[in-house]
């Protein structure tokens, strides 16, 4: 009943909801390619029209560290979060399952090791997403 309540009060709002994390997420996509010798964002297939609930970044582990680029933004008060799939074959449930592997997997590692969230929220406004492009900016200096 309390799901049930929150998805009634929400789904009047979906439309802006969705419409502001698309922005958002464009946003720092357009932003991104200014830095593109440190960071990497997502591919958006020209046919998909995704609803993110977050940005994902890739670092390039030549020229800084994830763990260097997360404490700056957290040190800024802007929250993170880990990306929770990459190489899922390194997670502990999966210790002693059998299984087959087809290829060395150095991409799901890349995604676990140099990779994170930055939010998009839909009450996040241009200002905000400047402040997280510009913090990220100032990671690299």
């Not at 060395?104 to 090791?113: A, E, F, N, Q, S």
């Given at each position: 009943d309390l799901q049930a309540s929150i998805l009634c009060a929400q789904a009047d709002k979906i439309d802006f909801i969705v419409r502001r994390r698309r922005e958002n997420f464009r946003y720092l996509d357009e932003r991104l390619k200014n830095l593109s010798d440190f960071f990497s964002g997502p591919e958006?297939?020209?046919a998909a029209f995704p609803s993110p609930y977050a940005f994902p970044i890739s670092v390039n582990a030549d020229r800084i560290s994830r763990n260097e680029v997360v404490c700056k933004l957290e040190a800024a008060r802007i929250e993170t979060r880990p990306i929770f799939a990459g190489n899922l074959l390194k997670q502990p449930a999966f210790v002693n399952i059998e299984r087959r592997v087809s290829s060395?997997?150095?991409?799901?590692?890349?995604?676990?090791?140099d990779s994170f969230f930055v939010g998009v929220h839909p009450y996040l406004g241009e200002e905000e997403m400047e402040y997280i492009y510009q913090t990220l900016r100032g990671a690299t200096e």
């Open positions: 958006v297939h020209p060395d997997l150095d991409g799901t590692d890349k995604i676990m090791r």
